[in-house]
């Protein structure tokens, strides 16, 4: 059964950068949806950045309006794994960060759109 693993997050300050990685224990088929989400205490989960399969080794990537411009998702499929760097962080992107896939046609930023989810990792901003 594929799990995902995502080691650690961090903390930073305001304007610094971040990367999270996301590792699939099990394998994961490249035609599957890959993404990362975000949740704050007492709020939904939200779609940071999703990756969508087009032909061998390259994908199409998706962001939220909130990140896009800062926030880069690649994916290393040969490897298994799929990075999310985050640039010029802000602290409102304070939140506990998750993995996900999903074998759905629809690489979407909502949680239905995914199946398999990692562990939280949290990530703190400060100002």
């Known amino acids: 059964q594929m799990q995902l693993l995502v080691p650690g997050g961090g903390a930073a300050k305001a304007g610094e950068s971040l990367k999270l990685s996301c590792a699939t224990v099990g394998g994961i088929a490249e035609s599957y949806c890959m993404a990362w989400f975000r949740q704050l205490s007492g709020k939904e989960r939200e779609g940071v950045a999703t990756?969508?399969?087009?032909?061998?080794?390259?994908?199409?990537?998706g962001y939220s309006d909130s990140v896009e411009g800062r926030f880069f998702v690649t994916r290393y499929n040969d490897e298994n794994t799929m990075d999310l760097q985050m640039n010029a962080l802000k602290p409102e992107d304070t939140a506990m960060y998750y993995c996900?896939?999903?074998?759905?046609?629809?690489?979407?930023?909502?949680?239905?759109?995914?199946?398999?989810w990692g562990q939280g990792t949290q990530v703190t901003v400060s100002s």
């Open positions: 990756t969508s399969f087009r032909r061998p080794r390259v994908y199409s990537t």
């Open positions: 996900a896939a999903g074998a759905g046609a629809h690489c979407g930023l909502e949680t239905k759109d995914y199946n398999t």
